[in-house]
T-cell receptor
Framework: KQEVTQIPAALSVPEGENLVLNCSFTDSAIYNLQWFRQDPGKGLTSLLL?????REQTSGRLNASLDKSSGRSTLYIAASQPGDSATYLC?????????FGAGTTVTVRA | DVKVTQSSRYLVKRTGEKVFLECVQD?????MFWYRQDPGLGLRLIYF???????EKGDIPEGYSVSREKKERFSLILESASTNQTSMYLCASSFGSRTGPNEKLFFGSGTQLSVL
């Protein structure tokens, strides 16, 4: 059974600092890996999707890398802003199932 | 933009009641999913459907059933609600073939269900 871990569970940084969020998974036979953002009491918004054959994806200030062999992905958010405060979840796709990590809650202090 | 709409934002039900949670998507997606989200446990897959009238169990199907009579609508049914089914329920959809979820997953805003 796929296990997805996100460490740390919470992170607080001053505005302008770069954010580095980690995700690890136990089974490297994956279809894709997705990063999501969730605001309090809301649904999830897809940020980036990396196919299993890709090494990274970029969108604006966001960059996600994937290393299947080591079972790791990293989400980088450059020059953080207070509006980036949210919970970030990674999910690993295997056939139809996405296995989610518990998330990292980020607070960006103004 | 894809829109996934869940019929209720908050719901309060009594133990033993039959509960229906409705989800509608407007982008002709084949795949639809029901998750529940609990603090400390993350998101767990209850059921999913890759076509009309098709359904498959996820990781925690016990106490739940689903219905997909039309492509755009996926319903989650709690046959006899219990207090341990108090949770945030999230519906999601994606456009994909049977070979794998190679498309982004789009979520609804969620239904916070309280069973008293």
């Amino acid at each position: 059974k796929q296990e997805v871990t996100q460490i740390p569970a919470a992170l607080s940084v001053p505005e302008g600092e770069n954010l580095v969020l980690n995700c690890s998974f136990t089974d490297s036979a994956i279809y894709n890996l997705q990063w999501f953002r969730q605001d309090p009491g809301k649904g999830l918004t897809s940020l980036l999707l990396i196919q299993s054959s890709q090494r990274e994806q970029t969108s604006g200030r966001l960059n996600a890398s994937l290393d299947k062999s080591s079972g790791r992905s990293t989400l980088y958010i450059a020059a953080s802003q207070p509006g980036d405060s949210a919970t970030y979840l990674c999910a690993v796709g295997d056939d139809y199932k996405l296995s989610f990590g518990a998330g990292t809650t980020v607070t960006v202090r103004a | 933009d894809v829109k996934v709409t869940q019929s209720s934002r908050y719901l309060v039900k009594r133990t033993g009641e039959k509960v229906f949670l409705e989800c509608v998507q407007d982008m002709d997606h084949e795949n639809m999913f029901w998750y529940r989200q609990d603090p400390g446990l993350g998101l767990r897959l209850i059921y999913f459907s890759y076509d009309v009238k098709m359904k498959e169990k996820g990781d925690i199907p016990e106490g739940y059933s689903v219905s997909r009579e039309k492509k755009e609508r996926f319903s989650l049914i709690l046959e006899s609600a219990s207090t341990n089914q108090t949770s945030m329920y999230l519906c999601a959809s994606s456009f994909g073939s049977r070979t794998g979820p190679n498309e982004k997953l789009f979520f609804g805003s969620g239904t916070q269900l309280s069973v008293l």
